[in-house]
């Protein structure tokens, strides 16, 4: 086991894929507004650690920053029913996107676990 990866989230995904015989698909999630200048690099960061293990990853930082507020959540949030978990990113705790992204998440009882 990676040392980065909790044992509920470890226990998650080996469970998925003992049920499936296929990894889950992780919706990374995390403040960016708040954290314009840096948001990138925890995102990419975040990626890498779940492709390492062969976990698929939706990284909506990957969506331009100058792509209007409203339609970057409409795109993440559609993007999210293709997810099987979310994981969410430290310091996301005043974002509002997040708390959007989270509310969806249990409205579609996708399971969310946090850095």
Same mark, same amino acid.
């Given at each position: 086991m990676h040392k980065w990866i909790e044992s509920e989230l470890f226990n998650f995904i080996l469970n998925y894929y003992e049920k499936t015989k296929k990894l889950p698909k992780v919706f990374l999630s995390g403040a960016i507004t708040e954290r314009i200048t840096t948001y990138k690099k925890y995102?990419?960061?975040?990626?890498?650690?779940?492709?390492?293990i062969g976990v698929e990853v939706y990284n909506p930082?990957?969506?331009? !920053? @100058?792509?209007?507020? =409203?339609?970057?959540?409409?795109?993440? +949030?559609?993007?999210?029913?293709?997810?099987?978990?979310?994981?969410?990113?430290?310091?996301?705790?005043?974002?509002?996107? !997040? @708390?959007?992204?989270? =509310?969806k998440a249990k409205e579609l009882? +996708?399971?969310?676990?946090?850095q």
């Open positions: 995102f990419r960061e975040a990626e890498q650690l779940f492709e390492e930082s990957e969506i331009d !920053v @100058k792509t209007p507020w =409203d339609d970057a959540m409409e795109k993440t +949030i559609s993007e999210l029913s293709s997810c099987d978990f979310m994981y969410i990113l430290k310091n996301w705790e005043n974002s509002k996107g !997040v @708390k959007i992204e989270i =509310d009882n +996708i399971p969310v676990f946090c």
